[in-house]
């Protein structure tokens, strides 16, 4: 509750107290305080006095969140202030007090309900004691972390004709001096006051119109918060964006189809540049030595017809290295040239320093794990981690290359992974600890077929059919352990179903992920042994995360339509 709700409340308007003070504000100015005071029991008054102060410290105590404490986010493992936890990626925490010899204790602390329906992606943030999340519908919330109780929510009005391929989802905020920033569905991104949700500004990326949307968790680097553009579905350009943090200013804009004269623009046959795809739909990494933002990218359009744009596609299925204050590119990486599977390279970016080396890791939704010099963008390693089919032969540069006939046809025939890929948005962890990189993957084939379709702006644009192939069953689900150095498997947990969940690590040796059956697991992160799990009663889309308070570790993820927590009894 915010001082203006209590002022509200203390001159008798209309409001209520939360939770059991549910007695609604009536009568004539103050009335119902003061007969509430004389006839509560001592031991209620002493109650609502310290619930009271307790809004009030939360409202008040939440310090700047300076560019400083995100780039020093380790020296604070209490909080979780960005998407990955810090800008490398990883997903790790420093906390221990949960470890592998009580995570078996864990119970539920407390249940947040979004009110809303449908699935959740988000990862909450964490800051001095305040959580931030979002959920279906551009809803964005702030909640007391101790208890899960509400103290403010924020409601976009969203134009009844928004047209998201995936769902009406979000992946969750950023957090910077005094506010919040959201993406929405029709487009726009809005700074959000952070001690009361009220709007600070709201600037337009895209026409939604025309099929863009705002579905990732935004970046804050510097002074600027950093998008990108989903819509590939719809044929959009797409691009990744940079905004004043203070003013929404767009400071600058990367294309990820690059236009005439622009270098890569020779890789797109005729006007297929216009309506290329390439969307930047989750959430990069900023290595502050270089100065560099790591942005991936996602499918060509059509997803799944390859006629009519001749070439690699540049920069679709790429990883994009770019400096930070200007958005000039520095250097790219595709993964999948001239894709036709919809084998976007959005998953998360992660930054791994070992023996001297610096490199950037991707498990890729095409199967292979891949490792890449983050100095110079060449290609470490590239190794299967999935049912592949699509590839047998690599170029000189040790990168995979597609068989002709893995190529959608009319008839259609299977290929392996599916269209869905042997990972999607989950995102991935990697514990410095144990040198393993744990990520969400899948074994599903398709049956891809294509047939012409001209593009028409706003309408779903594939140039294909896909379903799951029978010949391939039984469709798998797992978590894996992958050693970055070797690309070997060291193991794997087979859910009993495909799965959407994120992945979170942490120094108490454990690995923490969900199931689609709306289980949350803690594992041994050495050996990948169950160690316990609760069942939530909603299938995992999101990943979860770490934060303490009062020397408290708590874990979180949302499952469902709600958020939960944990922590020990």
């Avoid at 109780?149 to 976009?156: A, D, N, T």
């Avoid at 290295?321 to 993964?335: E, H, I, P, S, V």
């Avoid at 192939?469 to 050693?483: M, N, Q, T, V």
Wanted: aromatic share 12%; with cysteine; net charge neutral.
């Amino acid at each position: 509750m915010t001082r203006q709700d209590l002022n509200r409340i203390a001159k008798g308007k209309c409001g209520t107290f939360p939770g059991t003070f549910g007695q609604p504000c009536s009568g004539r100015r103050g009335a119902v305080r003061r007969d509430a005071v004389r006839r509560a029991p001592a031991g209620l008054l002493r109650v609502l006095v310290a619930w009271l102060m307790a809004s009030l410290s939360l409202s008040s105590a939440h310090a700047q969140v300076t560019f400083e404490r995100l780039l020093n986010s380790a020296k604070e493992p209490q909080n979780w202030m960005t998407y990955s936890g810090d800008y490398s990626g990883k997903r790790f925490s420093t906390l221990d007090q949960v470890n592998i010899t009580n995570a078996r204790t864990l119970v539920a602390k407390w249940v947040y309900q979004t009110g809303t329906t449908g699935k959740l992606e988000t990862t909450p943030l964490v800051v001095d004691g305040s959580m931030y999340g979002t959920a279906q519908d551009d809803r964005a919330f702030a909640l007391d972390a101790r208890s899960g109780r509400p103290l403010w929510m924020y409601q976009r009005q969203i134009p009844a004709d928004i047209r998201p391929c995936c769902g009406r989802v979000n992946r969750g905020l950023a957090i910077l001096g005094d506010k919040v920033f959201l993406g929405t569905l029709d487009a726009h991104v809005v700074a959000l006051d952070a001690k009361t949700g009220n709007v600070v500004w709201d600037v337009v990326a895209a026409d939604y119109r025309t099929g863009h949307s705002v579905t990732v968790a935004p970046l804050a680097v510097k002074g600027l918060i950093v998008i990108g553009i989903s819509g590939g579905e719809y044929g959009v350009r797409g691009f990744i964006d940079a905004y004043d943090a203070a003013t929404g200013e767009r400071k600058w804009r990367l294309y990820t189809v690059p236009g005439p004269g622009e270098p890569g623009h020779d890789s797109w046959e005729g006007d297929s540049w216009k309506y290329g795809g390439a969307p930047a739909w989750n959430t990069g990494t900023f290595d502050p030595v270089t100065n560099q933002i790591f942005w991936p990218t996602g499918n060509p359009s059509p997803s799944n017809r390859g006629e009519g744009r001749a070439g690699d596609n540049l920069y679709s299925n790429s990883l994009l290295a770019l400096n930070a204050d200007t958005g000039k590119l520095n250097w790219y990486f595709q993964f999948t040239k001239h894709d036709e599977h919809d084998w976007d390279a959005t998953q998360v970016p992660v930054m791994i320093d070992t023996s001297g080396r610096h490199w950037i890791a991707q498990a890729n939704r095409n199967g292979f794990f891949y490792v890449i010099d983050r100095a110079t963008g060449k290609l470490v390693s590239a190794t299967e981690y999935g049912k592949t089919t699509w590839s047998d032969t690599k170029d000189a540069e040790g990168r995979p290359v597609a068989k002709k006939e893995a190529s959608p046809t009319l008839e259609g025939h299977t290929v392996c992974p599916g269209a869905l890929g042997t990972t999607n948005f989950m995102a991935p962890t990697y514990d410095p600890q144990t040198g393993l990189f744990y990520v969400t993957a899948r074994d599903q084939c398709d049956i891809f077929s294509t047939a012409p379709q001209p593009y028409e702006a706003g309408h779903a644009y594939y140039g294909s059919a896909y379903f799951p192939s029978e010949d391939a069953r039984p469709y798998l689900g797992f978590l894996k352990a992958i050693d970055p150095a070797t690309g070997n498997i060291k193991w794997k947990f087979q859910h009993t179903s495909p799965t959407w969940s994120g992945v979170l690590s942490t120094a108490g040796g454990l690995v923490f992920s969900g199931n689609a059956e709306g289980n949350f697991i803690a594992f041994d992160a050495a050996s990948g042994k169950p160690l316990w799990h609760f069942q939530m009663g909603g299938a995992v889309y999101a990943a979860p995360m770490a934060f303490a308070i009062d020397g408290k570790e708590y874990l979180a993820i949302a499952a469902g339509s709600a958020v939960y927590a944990f922590g020990l009894p």
